[in-house]
């Protein structure tokens, strides 16, 4: 049972321009939230957290939102670089240190 | 301290034979964590250790998988019994403080033929 959803398996962009990355929830329980970018054949590398009590956190190109209603988060990335391309997992917890992730998207910024 | 270490990278292994993983956390990290990946998935966690104590485990942690953390540093994950569904991605992860989400090793990639 996939409790973290990544509906869009890639992405392609326009250097310069907006990405949008969606991931979906079903546990009511989740109350943090990470995202990860991994490049081929290197582990996960952390890049924003986002806890139940925001709905939004920034850190310099990438913000993450959280809708709690509607069980979904987005990453933004503006303005994106040829350097952001790379697979992006999001992962959620409930109380507790267990992370389960989604897929992944793929995301392509053309330059 | 240059992060998780894992080894060995990469192992190609005949199926029924063991296979063992080591992993170095950050050596502030207290908790470690073990998770496998496959094609086209995300991780899926396997197992957590809090300094020498395994406090969880997922029922993907078969009988013939197990891991150990005998002074609460580096960790070891036992295959026995390899089988063809074990090739995988394997990672481990430590942390200290959830909040920052845990740091990842490279992972080992287990080819089982």
């Known amino acids: 049972d996939q409790q973290v959803k990544q509906n869009s398996p890639s992405l392609s962009v326009q250097e310069g321009r907006i990405s949008i990355l969606n991931c979906d929830y079903t546990?009511?329980?989740?109350?943090?939230f990470l995202w990860y970018k991994k490049y081929p054949a290197e582990g996960p590398t952390f890049l924003i957290s986002?806890?139940?009590?925001?709905d939004k956190n920034e850190d310099g190109r990438f913000t993450v939102f959280l809708n709690k209603s509607a069980k979904h988060l987005s990453l933004h990335i503006v303005p994106s670089q040829p350097g952001d391309s790379a697979v992006y997992f999001c992962a959620a917890s409930a109380i507790g240190n267990q992370f389960y992730f989604g897929t992944g998207t793929s995301l392509t910024v053309i330059p | 301290d240059t992060g998780v270490s894992q080894d060995p990278r990469h192992k190609i292994t005949k199926r029924g034979q063991n296979v063992t993983f080591r992993c170095d956390p950050i050596s502030e990290h207290n908790r470690l964590y073990w998770y496998r990946q496959t094609l086209g998935q995300g991780p899926e966690f396997l197992t957590y250790f809090q300094n020498e104590a395994q406090l969880e485990k997922s029922r993907l942690l078969s009988d013939r998988f197990s891991a150990e953390r005998p002074k609460g540093s580096f960790s070891t994950l036992e295959i026995q019994r390899t089988e063809q569904g074990d090739s995988a991605m394997y990672l481990c992860?430590?942390?200290?403080?959830?909040?920052?989400?845990?740091?990842f090793g490279s992972g080992t990639r287990l080819t089982v033929v």
């Open positions: 546990n009511s329980m989740f109350d943090y």
């Open positions: 986002i806890s139940s009590i925001k």
């Open positions: 992860a430590s942390s200290s403080r959830t909040v920052y989400g845990y740091t």
